[in-house]
């Protein structure tokens, strides 16, 4: 298994200029997610899906919009990119279930995206 | 509102000196405690998970325990391999989402 692989590894923006980062995960896990992390800020949410067809948002999603037409994979897109949205990107999967007896609901990570916004 | 507060923000230790990370957090309800190890330009590892006070997990230099308002990551006779950052999360009952905190950069010096 590869696990969360993600696409592209570092990409530089101009202002007002969009793209797409790509995430897809071969473990098929159900819930997926997309954070950012900014020096010393730690891991903030940006949004998550429960299934294909299912998103919400997270702590941070201003800016940001996502799809989940696959089980695989779960796309992040910057629209109008702006100077604030320089960041390292993760992307995670995981196998979740509400019932306390199912516990393996690790979210396990892909090695990130980063982007530069000038 | 879920808070998770890491101490300290770094640690430089010797090869062979042994020392705890801190892991304090606040939550309504406690599904689980999540220990990752992140290198620099790459993603977050999974280390351990802990679901109840009094649980503790090894693996190898590490030893991760949790009572009802913390977690403590315990490295015994650290390697400068073990040098890294480490995040710790929680996640509340009845939601599939972490919440992190910050981090501790750890440096072993050989």
């Known amino acids: 298994n590869a696990g969360v692989t993600q696409t592209p590894k570092f990409r530089i923006l101009k202002i007002g200029q969009s793209m797409t980062l790509q995430c897809t995960q071969d473990m098929n896990h159900n819930y997926m997610y997309w954070y950012r992390q900014d020096p010393g800020m730690g891991l903030k949410l940006i949004y998550y899906?429960?299934?294909?067809?299912?998103?919400d948002k997270g702590e941070v999603p201003n800016g940001y919009n996502v799809s989940r037409s696959t089980t695989e994979d779960f796309p992040l897109r910057l629209e109008l990119a702006a100077p604030s949205q320089t960041s390292v990107y993760f992307c995670?999967?995981?196998?979740?279930?509400?019932?306390?007896?199912?516990?393996?609901?690790?979210?396990?990570f892909g090695p990130g995206t980063r982007l530069t916004v000038l | 509102e879920d808070q998770v507060t890491q101490s300290p923000e770094a640690l430089r230790l010797q090869e062979g000196e042994s020392s705890s990370l801190n892991c304090s957090y606040t939550?309504?309800?406690?599904?689980?405690l999540f220990w990752y190890r992140q290198d620099p330009g790459k993603g977050p590892e999974f280390l351990f998970t802990l679901y109840s006070a009094g649980e503790e997990k090894e693996k190898e230099r590490l030893k991760a325990t949790l009572t009802k308002k913390e977690s403590f990551l315990h490295i015994t006779a650290p390697k400068p391999e073990d040098s890294a950052t480490y995040l710790c999360a929680v996640q509340a009952t009845g939601y599939s989402t972490l919440t992190f905190g910050k981090g501790t950069m750890l440096l072993v010096s050989p």
């Open positions: 899906s429960v299934g294909a067809g299912i998103t």
């Open positions: 995670a999967s995981s196998r979740y279930s509400i019932t306390t007896s199912f516990k393996t609901d690790t979210q396990y």
């Open positions: 939550v309504s309800g406690l599904r689980g």
